[in-house]
């Protein structure tokens, strides 16, 4: 069975940064896409930002260009995102997701992917 699990949440000051990981077990994704997803309370589920795994494809959303920063390590089986100078917009439960191959990436839907971890906690104070 796979399974995501996201770490690396937690609560910074404004301007902080996180590195937030999702290790995968049970299988493998390698050139399909995973993505982070974000979701605060009262708001929908918004992609952050996707990549093709085995490869340098990768999609941010308008909101996340500049600060976020999507990689990988596929010997340690693990999707990252890196958040820098954080703001108190960002605090939100961050999920990592899994997809289907898809020539591009595409994060404007949460229904594109089929495999969700629990989700990491990020709070942002200022």
């Known amino acids: 069975e796979v399974e995501l699990w996201e770490s690396g949440g937690g609560s910074v000051q404004t301007g902080g940064s996180l590195r937030l990981s999702c290790v995968v077990s049970?299988?493998?994704?390698?050139?399909?896409?995973m993505a982070w997803f974000r979701q605060s309370a009262g708001k929908e589920r918004e992609g952050v930002a996707g990549?093709?795994?085995?490869?340098?494809?990768?999609t941010y959303a308008d909101s996340a260009k500049g600060r976020f920063a999507i990689s990988q390590d596929n010997a340690k089986n693990t999707l990252y995102l890196r958040i820098d100078d954080l703001e108190p917009g960002d605090s939100a439960m961050y999920y990592c997701?899994?997809?289907?191959?898809?020539?591009?990436?595409?994060?404007?839907?949460?229904?594109?992917?089929?495999?969700w971890g629990r989700g990491t906690q990020v709070t942002v104070s200022s």
């Open positions: 997701a899994a997809g289907g191959w898809m020539n591009y990436c595409s994060i404007d839907r949460a229904g594109l992917y089929s495999y």
């Open positions: 049970g299988g493998s994704f390698s050139g399909r896409c």
């Open positions: 990549t093709r795994i085995g490869d340098d494809h990768t």
